[in-house]
């Protein structure tokens, strides 16, 4: 087990970082999303800005 660890460890390390990088930004998502931040940057002047920009519905504590 120890040797296959050892034969493995740098795969695993790079592995761990991404990981962690993959749930630091879901974590930014979800965090921009209940506080009615919208998912792109277009300051309201895109297409779809009735969908990306509408209102925030009230949060319930």
Do not use: F, Q, Y
């Amino acid at each position: 087990m120890l040797e296959w660890l050892a034969a493995n460890a740098a795969t695993i390390i790079i592995s761990l970082v991404l990981l962690a990088a993959v749930c630091l930004i879901v974590r930014k998502l979800v965090k921009d999303k209940r506080s009615g931040k919208g998912g792109c940057s277009c300051g309201g002047n895109c297409g779809s800005c009735g969908v990306c920009h509408s209102r925030p519905s009230p949060v319930k504590k």
